[in-house]
């Protein structure tokens, strides 16, 4: 950690000249179902092109393109057939298929063709998927059996509260479809999330299986066995797609971007409006786990001097969104998945904004108006989309892009029933015709027992019904659920996982109990596996009454033994990703993901091995961990020095893990604001490691500037305190925050800064010189300008200069300021502030009901434990970072200026004075 530069780097675990290097051909990536990226590289008119937009989602350019051919084969006579299919139009389908002649497909025709014909196609859903917006699905949609045309749709064994039939799948999923009268069994089994525990016996189900996948580089590493259980799985971009079927041999992949299974109807084209924006982003911008989107839009600012880029941190009422969305010139999509679809594509192109996407991904073909940026090039990139859409190029032409869209757009515009039936017979034809082929023989194994996202199904799903289907798997592992290192760490990880979550249950020490049985039967049978080692002591860190003394030995056993240790990432799931969230501040489950990913696929790509080297196995990372949870343990027990030493080994030995960059930031920090005076050397570790966390996600930037700048200034680290101070500028002053702000506390913050404004950069300086000589002449200031501005007029007012009488000097009242915000932060002494306590009461009061309860019931168990105040400790940190601290409403504009006496007199010594002080 020696970088003294901000310069976070935005990338692609594969780019798109990757994936097309590892398929050779457009054939080849067509066999293997990556229909996107065969659009993009089979020639512009040909067959093989019309195919893959119809099987990729685009059924109407598909079917045009195929239309003005003079002759096409059978294979495409069976993709028109689906489009028709798709469409309504069934007998077009039928003479379709009629044609179909050759050997090779004429059994696929032959199928299609009694599938059509049919009305009573039964679909069983063991696996739902709800969003976490309640109005983004209908009552039909979670209905245990709805008919959507021909199709009935039956949730069989999901995580719903009511199913169509009384089955559990701890029962024996094979066995009970066998049971089933002929008339009521499924054609097809079609789980629409990987998320849910997979049934028993379910590979000894002859039904073809389909699964519908989404963030599948946070679960594949984790679930490799039970995605391999399927016989075909969709995805929705194509980076997705080559790193799911690369790295789960056997399972075949179909690209799709159209299809999903909670869309929502386009929303209605709105008018064109005039741009005042040259680049908007909005939502969730900033977050502090998931850092792509930070280090996408710190690269993103460096364009600001020059364009007008504005970030939207928070959400706004739908229409208000539209909006804002329809006065801008550029919308970019950003996920780790390069052009992974989110609803904001559809959003900017509906309302007359271009789109900037990744490049290789399918958004061009979809309409006009969208245009692509390299991860490496990106600024580059979109400055030139930027110029030459200010410069009048014919291809950026608004006027001629909104009516092609909004023509494009009406089959999407359709209610979500509609939608939804396409996808189901996507998935009937890719499950029951499509002559797919997989790479390599399926190995048929009992499932794993893995449960990926405890808070998100008991969010969506209702806490105690997950509870109890928790518990019925807990408590019926089987020796067939044993067989192996994996399955051992997956069931003592199942009960681990309901005592974290559902810890107040009176049954909480029975699964501790359980956790522990099966972690001690497993390195009885497996003495020398890494992930049973690791995991048994990650448990035994985080359990209830953990003792931290033995879990730190337990580490350094694993940090002795080393290489010793036997490890596999695949199937491996290591510590409590989607389980412990935040509380878990050395392992780095994100970061940890992305090179699982990575591995897998390599090992199942040699193309790719010489052109990408991983720096860091999954393996250092785990070794590095080990390091982390020993320094954690120290400072648990109050040993600084040895907790920091551990905690910086960690960091060096794997440099991009957030969780363990940010404990050692944070426990430096807490030593700084103990002492007066910090050593040169605490200061020099303090700025390398805050830069190092800014480096993996900018958004600390936003959050500590106002306490870091100043205690790096003053304790001889000026120059790095200055890197802090360019960096913040850059990104924050193209955000603009959708909360109500106490303005005056906004200010007093931003007075932190002008202490110090002989290291702010240049730009900024004249800008509020600017403002200050004719604050009218001054265009489209930013929120970070407007309040720099006002705290600089402040501080250059009569007013305040004749304040002479204070009995604290001003650097006093600053370090006392400094201070309180470090204790509310939970930094310092812990010192409880009563506003604070007043903050979050007003902040709780305001909260929904649901979640008022919630915080009051952890309150009541502080204090009936005598933990008053940690109780008064948590509440004011609580009043600073929750989510329910943000508002809808935007900042209020700036005062009006009013003229006055005390006004004049200002402006007439600015007037002899010359530019504001800058030391």
Not at 524 to 541: C, G, V
Not at 729 to 735: A, F, G, P, T
Not at 891 to 911: D, E, K, Q, V
Request: contains cysteine; glycine residues 6%; charged residues 25%.
């Amino acid at each position: 950690m020696n970088s003294r530069k901000i310069a976070p780097e935005f990338s692609f675990r594969f780019t798109a000249e990757d994936i097309r290097h590892a398929y050779g051909s457009a054939d080849t990536a067509f066999a293997r179902g990556d229909f996107l990226n065969v659009a993009q590289m089979a020639p512009a008119d040909s067959e093989l092109r019309g195919c893959a937009l119809i099987l990729g989602g685009l059924l109407e350019q598909g079917l045009a393109l195929l239309d003005g051919l003079t002759a096409v084969g059978d294979r495409a006579r069976l993709c028109r057939a689906l489009a028709f299919w798709s469409l309504k139009r069934d007998a077009e389908a039928d003479a379709e298929l009629a044609k179909v002649g050759g050997a090779e497909f004429m059994p696929a025709a032959t199928a299609f063709r009694t599938l059509i014909k049919r009305d009573d196609v039964t679909i069983f859903v063991p696996g739902a998927i709800l969003s976490v917006f309640p109005e983004h699905y209908s009552e039909t949609f979670v209905a245990p059996v709805y008919k959507y045309g021909s199709i009935t749709v039956k949730y069989v064994g999901s995580q719903l509260a009511s199913n169509a039939y009384d089955y559990s799948p701890t029962d024996s999923f094979s066995e009970f479809i066998d049971d089933l009268p002929e008339g009521e069994r499924p054609d097809l089994i079609f789980s629409l999330s990987p998320q849910w525990l997979v049934a028993k016996d379910f590979h000894k189900v002859t039904v073809p299986k389909v699964i519908w996948c989404h963030d599948s580089d946070a679960f594949q590493y984790r679930n490799a066995d039970n995605y391999a259980l399927y016989d075909v799985a969709i995805c929705n971009c194509s980076q997705e797609h080559f790193e799911l079927s690369q790295g789960t041999p056997g399972l075949y992949c179909a690209a799709n971007m159209l299809l999903h299974p909670i869309a929502t109807p386009f929303p209605e084209a709105s008018p064109h409006r005039e741009k005042l924006v040259d680049i908007i982003f909005t939502g969730s911008a900033l977050a502090p786990f998931h850092s792509e989107k930070p280090r996408f839009l710190f690269n993103l600012s460096s364009l600001a001097p020059r364009y007008k880029v504005k970030v939207i941190e928070g959400h706004m009422p739908e229409k208000e969104y539209f909006e804002v969305v329809s006065h801008a010139k550029f919308l970019p999509i950003v996920n780790r998945y390069a052009g992974s679809p989110s609803p904001r594509w559809r959003d900017a192109l509906s309302n007359g904004a271009f789109l900037l996407f990744p490049e290789g991904s399918f958004y061009d073909e979809i309409a006009p108006g969208c245009y692509s940026f390299r991860a490496e090039t990106m600024t580059a990139d979109i400055a030139g989309h930027l110029d030459r859409c200010a410069a009048g190029h014919p291809d950026y032409e608004f006027a001629t892009v909104v009516p092609v869209v909004n023509e494009r757009f009406a089959i999407h515009r359709e209610p979500r029933e509609e939608s939804y039936q396409r996808l189901l017979k996507y998935a009937l034809f890719m499950g029951l015709v499509w002559p797919y082929a997989t790479p390599v023989p399926k190995r048929q194994r009992q499932r794993r027992l893995v449960w990926l996202t405890p808070a998100v199904d008991c969010g969506c799903f209702g806490t105690d019904h997950i509870r109890e289907q928790i518990a019925d798997f807990g408590g019926k592992v089987g020796p067939d659920d044993l067989s192996d290192e994996i399955d051992y760490n997956n069931a003592a990880h199942l009960h681990a996982q309901a005592v974290f979550t559902f810890h107040e249950n009176r049954s909480a020490g029975k699964w501790a109990a359980r956790a522990d049985q099966y972690f001690r039967e497993g390195l009885a049978r497996f003495p020398n596996s890494l992930l049973l080692r690791f995991n048994e002591a990650h448990w035994s860190f985080f359990r209830p009454g953990a003792d931290f003394r033995a879990t730190e030995k337990k580490f350094l056993d694993i940090i002795d033994r080393g290489e010793e240790l036997i490890f596999d990432p695949r199937g491996a799931d290591v510590a409590f990703a989607y389980t412990l969230h935040g509380n878990d501040e050395v392992f780095p489950c994100y970061e940890y993901a992305d090179v699982a990913t990575s591995e897998l696929v390599l090992e199942n790509t040699p193309e790719l091995r010489d052109r990408k080297q991983l720096p860091y196995s999954t393996r250092d990372m785990i070794i590095a961990a080990c390091y982390g949870y020993v320094g954690w343990a120290r400072l648990k027990r109050n040993d600084n020095e040895g907790g920091v030493a551990w905690l910086r080994r960690g960091t060096e030995l794997y440099p991009h893990g957030l969780p363990m960059l940010r404990l050692h930031f944070d426990t430096l920090l807490r030593l700084a604001a103990k002492v007066p005076k910090l050593p040169a050397s605490l200061a020099s570790d303090l700025a390398e490691s805050f830069i190092a966390v800014a480096n993996v996600n900018p958004s600390i930037l936003l959050t500590h500037v106002y306490t870091i700048v100043p205690i790096l200034a003053e304790n001889g680290e000026r120059q790095a305190a200055r890197e802090v101070l360019a960096g913040w500028h850059q990104l924050s002053n193209i955000v603009h925050k959708l909360r109500v702000d106490d303005e005056a506390h906004q200010l007093a913050l931003y007075g932190l800064l002008w202490n110090h404004r002989s290291l702010l950069p240049k730009t900024l300086l004249d800008r509020i010189d600017e403002a200050l000589w004719d604050m009218e002449s001054v265009q489209d200031l930013t929120q970070l300008e407007r309040r720099m501005i006002e705290v600089a007029r402040i501080s250059n007012s009569p007013e305040r200069k004749r304040k002479w009488w204070s009995l604290r000097s001003a650097k006093a009242q600053a370090d006392d300021q400094i201070a309180r915000l470090l204790a509310e932060s939970g930094y310092g002494q812990e010192r409880v502030v009563f506003s604070s306590i007043l903050r979050a009461i007003e902040i709780w009061l305001r909260a929904p009901s649901d979640v008022r309860w919630i915080y009051l019931k952890k309150a009541v168990r502080l204090g009936l434990r005598g933990d008053f105040k940690q109780a008064l400790v948590r509440t004011q940190k609580w009043s600073a970072v929750s989510k329910w601290s943000k508002g809808e409403g935007l900042n209020a504009r700036p005062r009006p200026r009013r003229w006055g006496i005390s006004s004049l007199r200002m402006w007439l010594t600015r007037l002899g004075r010359g530019p504001v002080r800058r030391e």
